[in-house]
């Protein structure tokens, strides 16, 4: 075995999504944690969905949050948003809104279009920042165009 992480990250969302081969959770997971364990933040970040929704492993929201955060650390916008969504929901983690929106804000300045919508909704609601609609404005516009 070779070891390639983006190929075996890539097999391991063939597997989950049975596309040209047999759909199957298990292996899915099992390919994707091979990456995943190489520091490989794609599969890392894919690994913390799968936690947080239950796909292929049980639902737990700190294995998530443990997966989304070593990601995150990799400078991994999509992990970042996810784990701010953790935070914003409360879900595995106290809720907090000020670390919530700190980590929308560095995926959002990446350019993570879903980060930038929440942080938006952060400024629009006053959660964990001060509410300010010419904020929530300039996210809203930057996903939006």
């Known amino acids: 075995m070779q070891g390639y992480a983006k190929a075996q990250f890539g097999l391991g969302k063939l597997y989950a999504k049975g596309q040209g081969i047999t759909q199957d959770d298990t292996e899915a997971i ?3 944690r091979l990456a995943a364990d190489q520091a490989y933040a794609p599969a890392q970040s894919n690994l913390g969905v ?5 796909q292929g492993v049980p639902q737990d929201y700190a294995a998530a949050m443990a997966w989304f955060r070593k990601a995150a650390e990799l400078g991994d916008a999509v992990a970042q948003n996810n784990l701010g969504v953790l935070y914003e929901n409360g879900q595995g ?10 980590l929308y804000r560095k995926a959002a300045e ?12 952060m400024y629009a ?4 920042v001060p509410q300010d609609y010419a904020e929530a ?4 516009r930057k996903a939006a165009e």
């Not at 799968?50 to 239950?54: C, E, P, W």
């Open 30 to 32: 099992r390919w994707t």
């Open 50 to 54: 799968a936690y947080a929704k239950g």
């Open 93 to 102: 983690v106290r809720q907090d809104y000020a670390e919530a929106a700190k």
């Open 110 to 121: 990446q350019g993570y279009a879903g980060a930038q919508v929440n942080l938006g909704f």
């Open 125 to 128: 609601h006053g959660h964990g």
């Open 137 to 140: 404005v300039k996210w809203y």
